[in-house]
């Protein structure tokens, strides 16, 4: 039975948001978090870019006190920078009075124009390097917990998980988000979960089984074949922030009813107006093509609306695209 999760002493539920880069902004938190999501973190945040002072980069690892318990992520490779940043970002977050739940460490993106500057997955393939920085990060984080999360390894030649587990929890990792996939593999279908199993069997500090979570059923798999403490959704929540409801509610042995095709586009434009909120209409409206379009994935005529969507170029057309839209689902009803 899946229950909570206790890190350095602080009690999670067990269904977490994984994130993602351009989708797990403050807007997309907050939607999940209605729905059920039980932890967040935000989009990797360079850790160089927080060092050298870049004046956009701050607001990515900026959280609210309606967002927590969430995590700020931060990618990089060298463990001074890697500290110092995590350190810049406790002393804001101070300031501004919510502290993150955590501090984690992105050892999974397998983009090359960050695995070549030796970031993300790449430190799969210096296991010690990846220790020293969790080390050099605990050093500073105080109580607030430093975690990680990591693929299996580079390739299926060199998948040492177990071990690079053991090792970032001997340094200090007070949780690992496991991505049951190779770096090589990318997105690619198909998980091993079995690494996330022995994972869990070889280290005492909490385990977050991740990957291929589109439906209940898919956590339960997780769950009953790798023995982890949580799982960690990323592209089932898109456009489908209800999958931590049908989660949730498979848990608990209730039935699930999902929203009808009017409440998604609802929920839609709930999302596109905290974007709004947020970033302003420019960027709400360029960045609502992917992040809004999710929600008609599957609902008929969704092409056509995906279509429309691109051109929008203000927050009125992409409100009536999608009011226009509900009107004519409702009137298939
Ligand atoms: C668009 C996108 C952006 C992502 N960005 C991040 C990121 O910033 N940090 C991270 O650790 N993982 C990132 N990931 C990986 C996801 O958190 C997750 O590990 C992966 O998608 C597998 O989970 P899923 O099958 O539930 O999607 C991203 C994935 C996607 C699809």
Known sequence: MQGWISINGKRFGCIWLSPMAGMTDPAFRK???????????????????????????????????????CAVQLFGSDPGIMAEAAEKI????????????????NMGCPMPKIVKNGDGSALMREPEKAADIIRAMCAVCGKIPVTAKLRLGWDG???????MAKSLEQAGAAALCIHARTRAELYSPGI?????????KAVGIPIIGNGDVFHAADARRLFDTTGCDGVAVARGALGNPWIFEEIHAMLRGEPYLPPSPAERIEEALHHFALMREDKGEKVAVSESRAAIAYYTKGMEGSARIRGLMNTADSAGRVIQILRDYQKELQEQI
């Open 90 to 105: 406790l002393e804001r977050a101070e300031k501004d009075g919510t502290l993150p739940a955590a501090i984690d460490v």
């Open 192 to 200: 091993h979960p079995e690494y996330i199993g022995a994972v869990k």
């Open 31 to 69: 939607i999940c978090k209605a729905h059920g999501a039980d932890y967040m973190t935000t989009e990797m945040v360079s850790a160089k870019a927080i060092c050298y002072g870049d004046k956009k980069t701050p607001v990515l690892a900026r959280i609210r006190p309606e967002e927590m318990p």
């Open 157 to 163: 030649e060199s998948i040492h998980v177990v071990e």
